[in-house]
């Protein structure tokens, strides 16, 4: 391993040998010539970066392509660059490793690093990349998707949802975000870009005649169970197919029967217990006697092993029963989703005169003035209850016929309830 002052006729000189020959340059610390036994010339620099006990080593290029004033050149810069504080080899290899970094492979990193860890919505996350970015963007290096991509995208999703275009946009620029925060791209090319639809706030209740068809059609399966619970509890769709049979309570007392959902489940992170009224039970009775051995799930999915329903599902569901109805004018347009059902209930306690803090206690929306925030701690169980049952005797009212033996059940069944209240059985 000569060091010699290179200079071009003995770099003309030079034979192979029957290994690899190194010549160091006595001008440019760190500049050396490599001549393998084929004889290809290979010009490298050789360098120790700040904070490492190692030495790496750089291609500058093959001689006689780069000749030597070339090569002493892009070694002295290479010097400068490392003195101060850089790592030319490092950031090449970095470089090479975005540019073979697929957006498939990008998403994939995002949803185990970032979205699961970080936010309980992560599956939704992923049902936007799957449906509507993976398709088209899923093979290709994620370094080269600029701006217009991201646009053009965009507006092709605009053109059938709306809303689903801004939704698969948030999720599109926090992954970008992500990439550039963790160093793995450089910037987010949907950086500051306005949203690419205009949205109306949603205003879709269900009418009495509405819900009396979809109740009558909702009659077979898990997800069909899991959108009647919906329409009697108003909780969040996602939250309702996501209960478990662990998260039920006094399940055997009707009075005090309930579902304990711990706040990792809830959008607020605040547990949530929603009273279960005799409609709701009877729909919890009929899936418990449907369980399976080890069964966790209230709803069970009949494609996962063991897993709750998606949330997807529901949406599906939904549109399938109604598309599949005799008269499917019965639903008007556009037809409602899962979450129209839980404004319905919100809407209809209104009707029902239910005050408002009871009503917001129902949904669980939370307050966000001081007191409510950190003083009031009052669950309003029994208020919900009470909310509750008015609206479950305000649908069956709805899906019933109205004969008087429905009538004298119903009453007699209230009755019932309010005796065991004031013999101290009510909520605790």
Not at 36 to 61: H, I
Not at 250 to 264: C, T
Request: proline share 6%; hydrophobic share 40%.
């Amino acid at each position: 391993m000569p060091s010699v002052p290179l200079a071009d006729a003995l770099l003309r000189s030079i034979k192979p040998g029957e290994k690899l020959i190194e010549y160091w340059d006595t001008r440019v610390s760190g500049l050396c010539l490599r001549i393998s036994p084929g004889g290809v010339r290979t010009w490298t620099f050789r360098y120790r970066p700040k904070d490492s006990t190692s030495f790496k080593r750089l291609s500058l290029g093959r001689y006689p392509e780069v000749g030597l004033s070339l090569a002493r050149q892009r070694a002295q810069e290479k010097r400068v660059e490392v003195a101060g504080g850089a790592d030319p080899q490092g950031e090449r290899k970095a470089k090479r490793a975005a540019s073979a970094l697929t957006f498939d492979s990008l998403a994939d990193d995002y949803l185990e690093r970032y979205a699961k860890p970080r936010k309980r919505s992560w599956a939704n996350d992923a049902l936007y990349l799957r449906a509507h970015v993976r398709p088209t963007w899923g093979p290709r290096p994620a370094t080269r998707i600029s701006r217009a991509d991201a646009a053009a995208l965009l507006d092709t999703i605009v053109k059938a949802a709306p809303t689903s275009a801004n939704r698969t946009q948030s999720i599109l620029s926090r992954l970008f975000n992500w990439a550039v925060e963790s160093g793995l791209l450089e910037v987010n090319p949907l950086a500051r870009m306005p949203k690419r639809a205009k949205e109306k706030a949603k205003d879709r209740v269900l009418a009495p005649d509405e819900i009396r068809v979809l109740w009558a059609a909702l009659d077979d399966g898990s997800v069909a169970a899991a959108l009647r619970f919906v329409m009697l509890t108003g909780l969040r769709p996602g939250e309702a197919a996501g209960a478990t049979i662990a998260e039920l309570a006094d399940f055997d007392n009707s009075v005090r029967a309930r579902l304990e959902i711990p706040g990792s489940r809830m959008k607020g992170a605040r547990a949530h217990v929603v009273p279960l009224a005799p409609l709701a039970q009877q729909i919890v009775r009929a899936q418990l006697d449907r369980a399976v051995e080890g069964q966790e799930h209230l709803f069970p999915s009949a494609f996962a092993d063991k897993g709750p329903v998606a949330r997807h599902s529901l949406s599906q569901a939904l549109r399938r029963v109604i598309e599949g109805l005799p008269d499917v004018k019965a639903i008007r347009s556009p037809y409602p989703t899962p979450h129209d059902f839980r404004r319905s209930v919100a809407t209809g306690l209104a009707a029902l005169g239910v005050p408002r803090e009871d009503r917001l206690a129902v949904l669980a929306h939370t307050q966000t003035d001081v007191h409510a925030a950190h003083y009031d701690r009052y669950d309003r169980l029994a208020e919900k209850r009470r909310a509750l049952e008015a609206w479950e005797a305000h649908v069956a009212d709805i899906v019933a016929p109205k004969t008087a033996d429905n009538v004298v059940k119903l009453s007699g069944a209230r009755r019932a309830r309010e005796r065991a209240r004031m013999n101290g059985e009510g909520e605790q």
